[in-house]
């Protein structure tokens, strides 16, 4: 799942031909956008936001239906604000269907419900009814599990397995909280479960493939394999087409299609007006930024501004001009950007511009001669940098200090062009905690704090 954006659309369904909706634009599929309650609750301002969003939405694709989601991490969508969107896409002749994801907190480690505790059950039943009540039909986000270890569910469980209670229990949890209450209150509406990309460690939480398809009315498949360098997941986007068709299986006829993330380009702030300028990739236009999907950027000493991409290499932005000039990768330049899938830019305080990479290395760029100097790991170098995939960078003392994933720590001083390496050792309780280092500072004593992916904080005191 996509994290809070500053736009309408957090998901993009690609739903199969058999779903109907009113207006049919591309002739093989149909798309919806799938909208959180973070931006539904945006929702009641169609002058200012609504409204220029979807403009620009649908300047790039044809729309046939609009999930508006309820509830998320216990923030709900008031009646007025939903009649509000509703009536919104209503008047454009779009289809409109309910969402719910039933978390707590998506950001804390994905905290959903604890369905042995009375008020949760009690929550999740109010959350169903409301939504069942708006729409006639309702998705469930891929947070429909549990991994509540309370002392209820701890004396509920009793002998049984957490996979044997919580298979159980999220099975009956959506009969008799979920599928059922939305029913009573709306008879005729259509409760459908997404399941994420499916995992064999996915039932001890309590996603029932089992049961679960047989009383819901359908399903949709979580494909959102993103990309396999960059995302934590590591799945092959072939994955995607291997999951549908084993839903597809599961729930014959009933598998309503996959879903994509979307990617949401360059917005940037004016304090004084308030208001937001939204900056895409123009397919046609060499002067637009070249990837709507950014991973980085920063202010150079010159105050020149530049943007790292995923997928479209370094931008620097020209304010006076409002338009941007791209780096791209060159088989035939040895000199250009090592490639066009950045995770950093970084500027130093001896005003060097850095470029890291997501497999590629590190560049250091010279804007006189628009070149790149790389680096890159070598077996046969102690010396050389620890790993490819570069995700975090600092400045020490005139060092750069650069985390990777799944590498350690690399300190360069680039004078002596000699990178020093840190990595995890499981003798040595000083070394560091996990080989990838996610975020670093300095702090004003000096000290360095490593922030890694699942061993929590290292700090380096320079003294000791």
């Given at each position: 799942?996509?994290?809070?954006?500053?736009?309408?659309?957090?998901?993009?369904?690609?739903?199969?031909?058999?779903?109907?909706?009113?207006?049919?634009?591309?002739?093989?599929?149909?798309?919806?956008?799938?909208?959180?309650?973070?931006?539904?609750?945006?929702?009641?301002?169609?002058?200012?936001?609504?409204?220029?969003?979807?403009?620009?939405?649908?300047?790039?694709?044809?729309?046939?239906?609009?999930?508006?989601?309820?509830?998320?991490?216990?923030?709900?969508?008031?009646?007025?604000?939903?009649?509000?969107?509703?009536?919104?896409?209503?008047?454009?002749?779009?289809?409109?269907?309910?969402?719910?994801?039933?978390?707590?907190?998506?950001?804390?480690?994905?905290?959903?419900?604890c369905y042995s505790d009375p008020e949760h059950r009690k929550k999740v039943k109010e959350i169903a009814e409301f939504t069942a009540k708006n729409f006639d039909e309702v998705i469930l986000d891929d947070f429909f599990f549990?991994?509540?270890?309370?002392?209820?569910?701890?004396?509920?469980?009793?002998?049984?397995?957490?996979?044997?209670?919580?298979?159980?229990?999220?099975?009956?949890?959506?009969?008799?909280?979920?599928?059922?209450?939305?029913?009573?209150?709306?008879?005729?509406?259509?409760?459908?479960?997404?399941y994420p990309n499916w995992y064999e460690h996915f039932q001890g939480l309590g996603f029932n493939l089992e049961e679960e398809p047989k009383f819901f009315d359908g399903i949709y498949t979580g494909t959102e394999t993103r990309?396999?360098?960059?995302?934590?997941?590591?799945?092959?986007?072939?994955?995607?087409?291997?999951?549908?068709?084993?839903?597809?299986?599961?729930?014959?006829?009933?598998?309503?299609?996959?879903?994509?993330?979307?990617?949401?380009?360059?917005?940037?702030?004016?304090?004084?007006?308030?208001?937001?300028?939204?900056?895409?990739?123009?397919?046609?236009?060499?002067?637009?930024?070249?990837?709507?999907?950014?991973?980085?950027?920063?202010?150079?000493?010159?105050?020149?501004?530049?943007?790292?991409?995923?997928?479209?290499?370094?931008?620097?932005?020209?304010?006076?001009?409002?338009?941007?000039?791209?780096?791209?990768?060159?088989?035939?330049?040895?000199?250009?950007?090592?490639?066009?899938?950045?995770?950093?830019?970084?500027?130093?305080?001896?005003?060097?511009?850095?470029?890291?990479?997501?497999?590629?290395?590190?560049?250091?760029?010279?804007?006189?001669?628009?070149?790149?100097?790389?680096?890159?790991?070598?077996?046969?170098?102690?010396?050389?940098?620890?790993?490819?995939?570069?995700?975090?960078?600092?400045?020490?003392?005139?060092?750069?200090?650069?985390?990777?994933?799944?590498?350690?720590?690399?300190?360069?001083?680039?004078?002596?062009?000699?990178?020093?390496?840190?990595?995890?050792?499981?003798?040595?309780?000083?070394?560091?905690?996990?080989?990838?280092?996610?975020?670093?500072?300095?702090?004003?004593?000096?000290?360095?704090?490593?922030?890694?992916?699942?061993?929590?904080?290292?700090?380096?005191?320079?003294k000791c």
């Amino acid at each position: 799942m996509l994290k809070p954006k500053l736009v309408l659309t957090s998901l993009l369904f690609l739903a199969l031909v058999k779903i109907p909706c009113y207006a049919q634009h591309y002739k093989n599929f149909k798309v919806s956008i799938y909208c959180r309650a973070y931006e539904v609750r945006k929702m009641a301002d169609t002058t200012n936001y609504l409204k220029p969003i979807w403009n620009e939405i649908t300047r790039q694709l044809k729309v046939d239906k609009v999930y508006l989601e309820t509830h998320r991490d216990l923030k709900m969508v008031d009646q007025k604000t939903l009649d509000i969107a509703k009536k919104f896409f209503r008047d454009r002749g779009v289809q409109i269907a309910g969402g719910i994801t039933f978390t707590i907190s998506e950001p804390n480690r994905f905290e959903t419900f604890c369905y042995s505790d009375p008020e949760h059950r009690k929550k999740v039943k109010e959350i169903a009814e409301f939504t069942a009540k708006n729409f006639d039909e309702v998705i469930l986000d891929d947070f429909f599990f549990t991994n509540c270890k309370s002392d209820e569910s701890i004396k509920e469980k009793g002998d049984k397995s957490w996979t044997e209670f919580r298979l159980k229990l999220m099975a009956d949890a959506g009969r008799e909280l979920v599928v059922g209450p939305a029913k009573a209150v709306n008879p005729k509406v259509k409760m459908v479960v997404k399941y994420p990309n499916w995992y064999e460690h996915f039932q001890g939480l309590g996603f029932n493939l089992e049961e679960e398809p047989k009383f819901f009315d359908g399903i949709y498949t979580g494909t959102e394999t993103r990309d396999a360098v960059m995302s934590n997941q590591h799945l092959q986007q072939y994955l995607g087409y291997n999951v549908i068709r084993y839903f597809e299986n599961i729930k014959p006829g009933g598998n309503g299609g996959g879903w994509v993330e979307t990617t949401e380009g360059l917005n940037t702030l004016n304090t004084e007006t308030k208001k937001f300028t939204k900056y895409f990739n123009e397919k046609n236009n060499s002067a637009s930024i070249s990837d709507n999907n950014i991973s980085d950027f920063c202010e150079d000493v010159k105050g020149r501004f530049w943007i790292a991409t995923f997928h479209g290499g370094l931008n620097l932005y020209d304010r006076k001009s409002k338009s941007f000039k791209a780096y791209r990768h060159n088989d035939s330049d040895k000199k250009s950007i090592a490639s066009d899938h950045l995770w950093r830019v970084f500027s130093d305080s001896k005003q060097r511009l850095w470029v890291a990479h997501r497999g590629d290395g590190l560049d250091l760029f010279d804007p006189a001669k628009e070149t790149f100097e790389h680096f890159v790991h070598s077996d046969k170098n102690p010396n050389s940098l620890c790993n490819n995939t570069i995700i975090s960078i600092a400045d020490n003392e005139g060092k750069l200090w650069l985390g990777t994933e799944n590498g350690g720590l690399s300190i360069f001083d680039y004078d002596k062009k000699l990178f020093t390496n840190f990595h995890r050792d499981d003798i040595d309780n000083t070394s560091l905690n996990d080989n990838s280092i996610h975020s670093l500072y300095r702090d004003k004593g000096g000290d360095m704090w490593l922030g890694t992916f699942n061993g929590g904080i290292n700090v380096y005191n320079k003294k000791c």
